[in-house]
């Protein structure tokens, strides 16, 4: 099972992929949490509407979880988003250097 953050941080990319542009990453996702709350969705996909031209976006929730579960990760992802001035990092940084000892760890 993936740990929340992965969940939070998976969130954040898809949203950002299907934000309509120009629109604030935390702004579309307090759009989506508001949705929720308010019960408008639809056979598990939120129609998003902005005041652009054009402006609808539709935005498929992940299964398996309950409407309460998503409310907490949508306000995750948007504190999140949030904490990282709007623009969370797309890529988790990687071990650039491992180094393997074969010292022994018990004294003799």
């Known amino acids: 099972m993936a740990t929340r953050i992965l969940l939070v941080r998976a969130l954040c990319e898809y949203a950002r992929d299907s934000a309509p542009a120009g629109t604030p990453l935390a702004a579309f996702l307090g759009q989506i949490r508001n949705a929720i709350i308010s019960g408008d969705i639809v056979n598990g996909k939120i129609l998003v509407t902005t005041a652009e031209a054009g402006g609808t976006q539709t935005f498929a929730l992940p299964a398996g ?3 309460n579960d998503l409310i907490a990760l949508f306000q995750e992802a948007i504190d ?5 001035n709007g623009n969370p990092p797309k890529v988790v940084s990687r ?4 180094r393997a000892s074969f ?4 004294p003799q």
């Open 65 to 67: 979880h309950t409407p």
């Open 80 to 84: 999140y988003t949030n904490a990282h």
């Open 95 to 98: 071990i650039k250097c491992l």
């Open 103 to 106: 010292a022994r760890a018990i």
